[in-house]
């Protein structure tokens, strides 16, 4: 096994379903192929899953009423509803980009999906490519849901994004713009730059709103020990 689908569980049933198919003739994207001064994009919206989570947790259901249980606060809009919907959507039947991953063949350097959280997931890429990565909080394209879910359970917007994990957007480095490419193949689908790549390999930094610069850290990891 090269890697993925490993994990730890105290017990029970666990199943596992493995796709195998072929690479295009140019050869998969992998995580290792990034360089300095790369542009880093991400695809669609972030933290919606993690806050799909969330509503389940408070009783929320797809298409039904706000749950009978939870005191609905005055600031929670028809859009705000709108919304949760959505993200529990996003965390019950994310949808697979296998679309834009095709398009980006010959446009992206370095790809991997965002199942851990982008925290996770960039930490893989400036491993694999021995580069770092910066990434600007304020670029940061956030699911409706997870401003909502974030403010119904006393949460910052930002950790879902950074942290949630099940996203299953695409994170991917590229040297130039890869929106002509994705857009003639998923039209609609939205792309953002979100940081660069760079020379130094301690690791992905944050860029918060204010300046400051903090390590990127943190996200789902399968074999880490339970409290």
Do not use: N
Request: aromatic share 4%.
């Amino acid at each position: 096994m090269v890697g993925g689908d490993t994990c730890a569980s105290r017990g029970g049933l666990v199943l596992s379903v493995t796709l195998i198919g072929l690479p295009p003739a140019t050869g998969p994207i992998l995580r290792s192929g990034a360089k300095p001064g790369d542009g880093v994009w991400v695809t669609g919206a972030l933290g919606g899953a993690a806050a799909g989570l969330l509503a389940l947790e408070r009783g929320f259901r797809p298409g039904r009423p706000w749950p009978a249980a939870l005191v609905r606060p005055e600031w929670v809009s028809a859009a705000d509803e709108t919304a949760i919907q959505a993200a529990l959507a996003a965390h019950l039947t994310p949808v697979p980009r296998v679309a834009a991953g095709q398009a980006l063949v010959g446009a992206a350097s370095a790809m991997i999906d965002v199942s851990d959280g982008i925290a996770s997931d960039a930490g893989h890429v400036c491993r694999e490519s021995g580069v770092g990565l910066r990434i600007h909080a304020r670029h940061l394209p956030t699911h409706p849901g997870a401003a909502v879910l974030a403010r119904l359970a006393g949460r910052y917007a930002l950790d879902l994004v950074l942290r949630g994990g099940e996203d299953y957007e695409l994170l991917f480095t590229a040297a130039g713009d890869p929106g002509p490419a994705l857009r003639a193949s998923v039209p609609g689908l939205a792309v953002t730059r979100v940081g660069e790549t760079t020379a130094e390999t301690g690791g992905p930094v944050l860029l918060r709103e204010d300046g400051r610069a903090e390590p990127l850290a943190g996200g789902f990891d399968h074999l880490r020990t339970a409290p």
